[in-house]
């Protein structure tokens, strides 16, 4: 029901525009967010958009780099990412979740099935 694009390989200091569109039901009223999970280590929370777009969350490691934005027209949730470093290397997730934004993937109840982007320096 969730459906990420966008990853690919970029050299450092890069840009990359991720999507997450929702199919088969409306997240229109849900919080999106975006993990990221790197070779041998947990997923970790990377950034956060309530249902209206007004409000926004980023794990520190990004504030300043990337983007969180969404269009509930489209039902898409977008992660635009800058300044690409090395370490910004994983498989990035989109998910939605009913209630208010947030950092813990447990109140993520839909998961896209994740796509790669690789940062070479």
């Known amino acids: 029901q969730l459906q990420a694009s966008g990853g690919g390989l970029v050299q450092a200091g890069g840009s990359l525009r991720l999507s997450c569109v929702a199919s088969?039901?409306?997240?229109?009223?849900?919080?999106r967010g975006w993990f990221r999970q790197a070779p041998g280590k947990e997923r970790e929370f990377v950034a956060a958009?309530?249902?209206?777009?007004?409000?926004?969350y980023y794990t520190d490691s990004v504030k300043g780099r990337f983007t969180i934005s969404r269009d509930n027209a489209k039902n898409t949730v977008y992660l635009q990412m800058n300044s690409l470093k090395p370490e910004d290397t994983a498989v990035y997730y989109c998910?939605?979740?009913?209630?208010?934004?947030?950092?813990?993937?447990?109140?993520?109840?839909?998961w896209g099935q994740g796509t790669l982007v690789t940062v070479s320096s």
């Open positions: 958009i309530d249902w209206s777009g007004v409000s926004t």
């Open positions: 088969g039901r409306t997240f229109t009223s849900y919080a």
């Open positions: 998910a939605a979740g009913f209630g208010p934004y947030s950092s813990s993937d447990s109140d993520y109840g839909y």
